[in-house]
T-cell receptor
Framework: QKEVEQNSGPLSVPEGAIASLNCTYS??????FFWYRQYSGKSPELIMS????GDKEDGRFTAQLNKASQYVSLLIRDSQPSDSATYLC??????????????FGSGTQLTVLP | DTGVSQDPRHKITKRGQNVTFRCDPI?????LYWYRQTLGQGPEFLTY????????KSRLLSDRFSAERPKGSFSTLEIQRTEQGDSAMYLC????????????FGDGTRLSIL
């Protein structure tokens, strides 16, 4: 089992719809969770961080964390073509790694269709 | 805030050659990280510095790889006797000292081994 798992996609949604991206992680002691957006050929860009159970909203983005289910998600409301990218889920504090390193999923490729 | 800067952006070299990459973190960030990313995968942790001290090294970091951060500011990553499998994007990130400080990535150095 991978330590951080994401559906690789591709996920396609029409412009204006809600895109839902999911991530599960294997280690119950993990405490910090991040979503990065990565355009093709570019570096990861931090878009959300979440540390406690529940929802965290920032503009069109909402991150949801459920530590009991070891599940974190990202919702993108009113999706725009410019949101088309790969979304990477990252977890800090996976036991097999250090407390500081991020463990990434393989990413979900999102396409927003005009 | 000028962001994390990496140099060069692209490096093409022949198998067996040595290469060195440089990373300049965000100026007030004490922590600096190196990751490697191959096509279709999320970044994988290589090593991490707090100030000038190298505190963590991944098992991925073979003895052909060495990283330094001599004055606690910029860092270099050297790969000796490059192999085909070293072809990847090498990403540098930096963060502040707090437990939940997010990591911000530079644009990366893309290494191609001929």
């Amino acid at each position: 089992q991978k330590e951080v798992e994401q559906n690789s996609g591709p996920l396609s949604v029409p412009e204006g719809a809600i895109a839902s991206l999911n991530c599960t992680y294997s280690d119950r002691v993990s405490q910090s969770f991040f979503w990065y957006r990565q355009y093709s050929g570019k570096s990861p860009e931090l878009i959300m961080s979440i540390y406690s159970n529940g929802d965290k909203e920032d503009g069109r983005f909402t991150a949801q964390l459920n530590k009991a289910s070891q599940y974190v998600s990202l919702l993108i409301r009113d999706s725009q073509p410019s949101d088309s990218a790969t979304y990477l889920c990252a977890v800090k504090g996976i036991t097999s790694g250090s407390a500081r390193q991020l463990t990434f999923g393989s990413g979900t490729q999102l396409t927003v269709l005009p | 805030d000028t962001g994390v800067s990496q140099d060069p952006r692209h490096k093409i070299t022949k198998r067996g050659q040595n290469v060195t990459f440089r990373c300049d973190p965000i100026s007030e960030h004490n922590r600096l990280y190196w990751y490697r990313q191959t096509l279709g995968q999320g970044p994988e942790f290589l090593t991490y510095f707090q100030n000038e001290a190298q505190l963590e090294k991944s098992r991925l970091l073979s003895d052909r790889f060495s990283a330094e951060r001599p004055k606690g500011s910029f860092s270099t990553l050297e790969i000796q006797r490059t192999e085909q499998g070293d072809s990847a994007m090498y990403l540098c990130a930096s963060s502040g000292l707090g437990a939940d400080q997010p990591q911000h990535f530079g644009d990366g150095t893309r290494l191609s081994i001929l």
